[in-house]
């Protein structure tokens, strides 16, 4: 069975933000109903297929892929502020500045004047830079996670707690036979 023009509409919209009930109401489903139909298309085994095929065709097209995503995530966990200052201490120009910081890591500029005088008497005697940086913590925790060292895991699961559980019951026992001993 093929896709309906409308299930390839929510396809091609699903994969600009990955938001279902955007791409419902942009394929032309009605604001009440879409996050339903959206959850109905992508439990949809054809649905799902096509939208994993248009990923990795993206991939594709882009080169964009888990490795690069990775390489990416360490270059900026790893990038040096001190890249961005002179030897004096100042701000280098932004066009000095390393790739890797222009491209995110830096989220604004403050730029403050401070003068001093008033009127005509007024003159700039100095310039404050603020720089905003981007959550470099949050790199660090999307790369745990990438790499699964489960770093950032809320929860940590045992796949065999059994042998534990045997181990304390027969802790218990020995307690219990040991308070009967004492005469308590």
């Known amino acids: 069975m093929s896709l309906t023009p409308r299930q390839l509409r929510f396809v091609e919209e ?3 933000d990955l938001s279902g009930k955007e791409a419902a109401i942009r394929a032309g489903f009605s604001r009440h109903s879409a996050k339903d139909q959206a959850s109905q298309m992508l439990a949809n085994p054809e ?15 882009t080169a964009i892929d888990s490795d690069w995503v990775l390489q990416r995530l ?14 004096n201490g100042s701000i280098l120009p932004v066009e000095e500045w ?8 830096v989220s604004g500029i403050d730029v403050e004047e401070l003068y001093e005088g008033k009127g005509e008497d007024r003159k700039q005697v100095g310039i404050v830079r603020k720089l905003r940086l981007s959550d ?13 060292v489960n770093a950032f895991q809320d929860v940590v699961s045992s796949k065999d707690l059994s042998s534990l559980a045997e181990r304390l019951e027969r802790a218990q026992v020995r307690a219990s036979g040991r308070k009967g001993d004492d005469g308590g």
Request: proline fraction near 2%; glycine fraction near 6%; hydrophobic fraction near 50%.
């Open 14 to 16: 699903y994969l600009k």
């Open 47 to 61: 649905i799902a297929a096509a939208v994993d095929d248009a990923k990795i065709a993206r991939s594709q097209r």
């Open 74 to 87: 360490a270059g900026e966990a790893t990038a040096d502020l001190a890249d961005l200052y002179a030897d």
């Open 98 to 105: 390393p790739l890797v910081w222009r491209q995110g890591l």
């Open 136 to 148: 470099r913590m949050r790199r660090l925790e999307m790369i745990g996670k990438h790499v699964a």
